[in-house]
């Protein structure tokens, strides 16, 4: 769906009204083609000393063939223009340390370029070694959050925890960031742990994988099989028969495999892992399928409610069940759930749906610490405003309203939820387990 707003935006009289009238000036977001590199311009990277996790990013950057330099605090050059601002906070251990934050991004933050990036690095507070550390490293979440909403030209802003010992988990997790993939991920943060190291080909990384993908025939769901399939798994599209015509289509353009069911049916979870083991055993499962029935509570039939909560909750978690118990999901395996920011914030007519999403990142907090010691993740992401068919039946004011209150003021693409998913998919993720990221723009909701 187009953006017409955006897309007027960009004529020289809307360059003129959008100045003189202060109206939202949402700028393109470039998306990942292939053959991109990671980062096509000048990445500066800053840190609060030295540390095991700072040579661990700086390591990153060279292999990813970043053109990279080290600022000292309050320096920089007026002519730089970086595309990519990386701040290693780990070494922050009491809020003293936090100065340096002001120090390294005032000089640099307004240089930065068109679609820009930056990432802060830090210490999981929780896993923290004193009360004093815990205090600092919980205060890069303010300041990054704040920080996505100072700026501008489509530029994003991510925290990224880690646990200590786990700075060589970071790498996919940084290429995600730095990269286009990320274009719609703004204001979040991602905690990572520690995990069995994978070296894979990040140009293939899911080759030799299967991956699941209920929902497959559209939208978001046709977004995600074309992702993955195109990093290297083999694909197994689920839909309803009903759109078993657009589900081929999928199938047949990333060849992969269908099976045509309703995720509620009660053989569904025990034909999904017949399926899977005709191809090997699935490696990742992506629950998406979903629908809306949208009333206020007060006008809202029983059926009503469950059928909303039954495709996409109760689905997702007898599936996963019957998966862990009879052994359908491969070592190293990922599960990714797909959310809503609804199931955060909450939305007007919305209480069977908003519950139902806010479910699926209970499953997903509920089964983390169950699953590590099994070798297996399990993920969510929490989509914002995207442009679907599905969105372009809302009425025009409240799409408008949608697109607009994020810090990007616009809305994303099927394709900004697929990354995210894929990046949760790569075996190279394995310490990213339990996370809900949003990908929102920064919505105001929620936030």
Not at 101 to 127: D, K
Not at 241 to 251: G, H, M, S, T, Y
Not at 297 to 308: G, H, S
Request: charged share 20%; proline share 4%.
């Amino acid at each position: 769906m187009t953006d017409r707003y955006q897309t007027f935006t960009r004529t020289p009289l809307g360059r003129t009204l959008v100045k003189n009238l202060g109206l939202p000036d949402p700028t393109p977001l470039p998306r990942w083609t292939e053959g991109s590199a990671v980062i096509d311009g000048q990445v500066v990277f800053g840190a609060i000393g030295e540390t095991d996790t700072g040579k661990a990013i700086q390591a990153l950057l060279r292999d990813i063939g970043a053109s990279f330099s080290t600022a000292a605090e309050g320096v920089a050059s007026s002519t730089l223009r970086p595309k990519a601002l990386v701040f290693d906070a780990t070494g922050a251990t009491s809020t003293a340390d936090l100065t340096s934050l002001q120090r390294f991004f005032s000089p640099l933050i307004r240089q930065l370029g068109t679609a820009g990036r930056v990432i802060v690095v830090g210490r999981t507070p929780e896993l923290s070694a004193t009360p004093e550390q815990q205090i600092a490293q919980r205060a890069l979440e303010g300041f990054t959050r704040s920080l996505g909403k100072e700026v501008k030209r489509g530029a994003t802003v991510n925290l990224v925890y880690v646990a200590p010992d786990a700075q060589d988990q970071l790498d996919s997790t940084l290429r995600f960031f730095l990269s286009a993939k990320s274009a719609y991920v703004d204001g979040q943060v991602v905690r990572i742990g520690t995990g069995q190291l994978v070296g894979n080909d990040p140009a293939a990384p899911l080759a030799g994988k299967v991956a699941l993908v209920t929902g497959a025939a559209r939208g978001i769901g046709a977004a995600i099989a074309q992702t993955l399939a195109r990093d290297g798994a083999t694909v197994l599209g689920v839909d309803v028969p009903q759109n078993a015509n657009d589900l081929r289509k999928v199938i047949a353009k990333i060849g992969g495999n269908e099976l045509l069911l309703d995720v509620t049916a009660i053989d569904a979870p025990q034909r999904i892992a017949a399926a899977g083991a005709d191809l090997g055993g699935l490696d990742i499962v992506v629950h998406n399928a979903g629908i809306t029935r949208d009333k206020r509570l007060a006008n809202m039939r029983t059926d009503t409610w469950d059928a909303v909560l039954d495709v996409n909750l109760r689905a997702p978690e007898r599936i996963t069940a019957h998966l862990l118990e009879s052994g359908g999901l491969n070592e190293g395996g990922s599960v990714i759930g797909v959310s809503s920011i609804a199931g955060i914030a909450g939305n007007n007519g919305q209480t069977n749906y908003a519950t139902s999403k806010a479910g699926v990142i209970g499953l997903v907090q509920a089964l983390a610490p169950r699953l590590a010691d099994r070798q297996l993740r399990i993920n969510a992401v929490a989509p914002g405003f995207i442009e679907t068919e599905m969105t372009a039946r809302v009425p025009f004011a409240i799409r408008e309203i949608g697109r607009r209150v994020n810090s990007l003021q616009q809305g994303g693409q099927p394709v900004d939820v697929a990354e995210t998913i894929a990046w949760f998919a790569d075996p190279a993720s394995a310490g990213v387990t339990g996370n809900v990221v949003r990908v929102c723009g920064q919505s105001m909701l929620g936030a």
